[in-house]
Nanobody, 123 residues
C-alpha cells in the first residue's frame, strides 16, 4: 500500500531552520505531484508548497515564500522542505501529500497523506 512518512520535525528557536523529509513507497513517485500542508491547533489544514513531477514547477503559499524551499529526489522517492527564518506562527503539524494533478492547493484534492511531523518554533 501507499505510504508517505515524514521526518525532521522538532523544536527550533525563531529565526532557525529545519529540513523536513517525506519518504514515499507503494507508488511510482515520479508520477505524482507532491506537496506539504500544515495544521496548527484549532485551525484548518493549509497548503504550504507543492512541486511538479519533474521538479520544474513549484508553488508556495504567500506566508512561506522566500523562506521555505521544496525539492524532490525521484531516484530516492523522497521530497524535502527546507524551512528557514522560522517564525512562531509556523508552528504546526506538517503533512506531506501526493496527487496526480498539478495546481491543487486544497487538501481534499490530494490522494495520499503521511501521518505528520510536529514543528514547534519558540519565540
Amino acid at each position: 500500500q501507499v505510504q508517505l512518512v515524514e521526518s525532521g520535525g522538532g523544536l527550533v528557536q525563531a529565526g532557525g531552520s529545519l529540513r523536513l523529509s517525506c519518504a514515499a513507497s507503494g507508488l511510482t513517485f515520479s508520477n505524482y505531484v507532491v506537496g506539504w500542508f500544515r495544521q496548527a491547533p484549532g485551525k484548518e489544514r493549509e497548503f504550504v508548497a507543492s512541486i511538479s513531477r519533474s521538479a520544474r514547477r513549484t508553488r508556495y503559499a504567500d506566508s512561506v515564500k522566500g523562506r521555505f524551499t521544496i525539492s524532490r529526489d525521484n531516484a530516492k522517492n523522497t521530497m524535502y522542505l527546507q524551512m528557514s527564518s522560522l517564525k512562531p506562527e509556523d508552528t504546526a503539524v506538517y503533512y506531506c501529500a501526493a496527487d496526480t494533478d498539478w495546481g491543487q492547493i486544497q487538501a481534499e484534492k490530494f490522494d495520499y497523506w503521511g501521518q505528520g511531523t510536529q514543528v514547534t518554533v519558540s519565540s
